[in-house]
């Protein structure tokens, strides 16, 4: 059976600390990383989509569109994806049937592995996908999980809830490796790298100076 009422969830609350700047709003092909996250998330088609902000929220407001987004912001951002999640379930419509977990910072992300995600979870209650190297988001909780997904604590409150579920889970291939979220300069230069060559990122080179931050996500003092 396939849920008739789908909700995305975008989890993009995070404070970028390790950056030192907002994540959020870094360049990516023609607009921004979370941008780009919710355009995938729109191309799904969900029949609702929901977006947690947290860090930096004012300038992500100012510099993404969030148009046919419900946001939800996460003033305790800083204890971990699953204040976030907690957050969002107000949020959430109540003919909701299932929820997509996506993270705002996963650019690499495709709508058709949303699609495959959906498409082969059947009525599952927890499912995620199973990528050339091991498990990763998206992920989809039935409506049954909601009340436990908002007893969660932390980071890697979902994936201990998955790891307890054991077999419960199902696992839905969906091809490539898990796409590289971004946490570290480092980390967004190899999602740039996977993204090849843009027809923008063109600010990138030229967040140094202009933005108060160096090259490794620094900040520059003086």
């Known amino acids: 059976m396939t849920a008739s009422f789908v909700t995305g969830l975008v989890l993009a609350a995070g404070g970028s600390a390790r950056l030192g700047r907002p994540k959020q709003l870094l360049p990516y092909r023609s607009v921004t990383v979370l941008g780009h996250v919710l355009d995938t998330a729109r191309a799904c088609n969900f ?30 951002f800083g204890e971990g994806c699953s204040s976030s999640i907690a957050a969002a379930l107000s949020a959430i419509d109540p003919h909701c049937e299932a929820l997509v977990l996506m993270l705002g910072d996963q650019p690499g992300v495709k709508a058709s592995t949303v699609r495959a995600l959906l498409a082969g979870r059947g009525d599952a209650a927890l499912a995620a996908c199973a990528y050339a190297d091991g498990r990763g988001h998206p992920l989809a909780f039935a409506r049954s999980t909601f009340a436990v997904l ?46 090849g060559p843009p027809s923008v990122h063109s600010d990138v080179d030229h967040l140094d100076a202009e933005d108060g931050v160096d090259g490794r996500g620094a900040t520059i003092e003086g």
């Open 47 to 76: 029949d609702q989509l929901v977006c947690v902000l947290g860090g930096g929220a004012d300038s992500v407001r100012a510099g993404v569109d969030l148009s046919g987004v419900t946001v939800v912001e996460n003033r305790g």
């Open 150 to 195: 908002g007893e969660l604590h932390g980071d890697k409150g979902v994936w201990k809830l998955l790891d307890r579920a054991g077999e419960e889970v199902v696992d839905v291939p969906v091809p490539g490796p898990i796409p590289p979220d971004v946490d570290t300069w480092e980390d967004y230069q190899a999602v740039l790298a996977e993204a």
